[in-house]
């Protein structure tokens, strides 16, 4: 639903207008600089050109009151190299919003709370926002012992999302990552692990993105824009030969630095 506001006469240079966007949602839980840098620097190497010229609003809901003042000057300088657009701060304390007024960057109040049951499902995904989820790592304690004398395997937790994908939304994972919906055009997944979609998968799939040969894409329907498996690329169309394939179950592997689409 779109709101307009005429400005006047026929002959107006503009007139106003308001809308409901997609956007994503960086959740600071650290202002340390470094740490910051370090994760952008991460993210972005294992997909250099999927952030480029990409609207964020950075939210400070999360932050502890120990955690020592953030310079937005620096924090908006620092996401523009890695190709994000600062477009508004959400949430935190009185003194962020004042920041953020000096800074002329926009603030926006924190969302609504959710009684629990709600806040479960919002761990996975917002219908208003661009997810970029990040599963937990987790270890046994026999594994911690042993972590004292050799190197410890890192167990990456799956990422469950039961609800759709919508266009121009985002979902990061960095295990496995289930989704029981459909996945609509526009829509983007990114896993470290497997990619699982019980329903048409038409957005882009990104398996292996951490180098993870062995990652597959499977999906019930298949009708995707891009699939991809440790940045081997490819852009199916059910136009361009009649792909047999298009609309099956399928599943997707990277052998020989080649992908290969099995039907299952």
């Given at each position: 639903m779109t709101l307009q506001l005429q400005t006047g006469t026929a002959a107006a240079a503009f007139k106003m207008t308001g809308g409901i966007y997609?956007?994503?949602?960086?959740?600071?839980?650290?202002t340390n600089p470094v740490e910051?840098?370090?994760?952008?620097?991460?993210m972005t190497r294992k997909a250099p050109n999927f952030f480029q010229q990409t609207p964020v609003i950075i939210a400070f809901d999360q932050l502890g009151p120990e955690q020592p003042p953030i310079d937005l000057y620096q924090l908006r300088h620092k996401l523009q190299q890695f190709g994000l657009i600062l477009i508004a701060l959400r949430?935190?304390?009185?003194?962020?919003?004042?920041d953020a007024m000096m800074a002329g960057?926009?603030?926006?109040?924190?969302p609504r709370r959710r009684n629990p049951k709600e806040e479960h499902f919002a761990d996975h995904v917002d219908t208003n926002v661009v997810i970029m989820q990040k599963s937990r790592t987790t270890s046994t304690p026999e594994a911690e012992t042993a972590s004292q004398t050799q190197t410890t395997p890192v167990i990456q937790k799956t990422t469950l999302i039961e609800h759709p994908i919508r266009?121009?939304?985002?979902?990061?994972?960095?295990g496995d990552l289930v989704i029981t919906s459909p996945v609509s055009s526009g829509a983007e997944l990114?896993?470290?692990g497997n990619i699982h979609v019980y329903g048409p998968l038409r957005g882009r799939a990104l398996a292996g993105v951490n180098g993870n040969t062995d990652a597959r894409i499977f999906c019930l329907q298949f009708e995707a824009e891009l699939i991809s498996i440790n940045g081997q690329y490819k852009m199916p169309s059910a136009s361009s030969n009649g792909d047999p394939?298009?609309?099956s179950s399928?599943?997707?592997?990277?052998?020989?630095?080649s992908l290969h689409i099995k039907k299952l």
């Open positions: 997609t956007l994503t949602t960086l959740e600071l839980h650290s910051i840098t370090n994760q952008l620097e991460s949430g935190g304390h009185e003194n962020h919003k004042q960057i926009p603030w926006l109040p924190p266009s121009g939304q985002q979902v990061y994972a960095e990114l896993a470290g394939l298009w609309g399928v599943t997707v592997s990277l052998e020989v630095q």
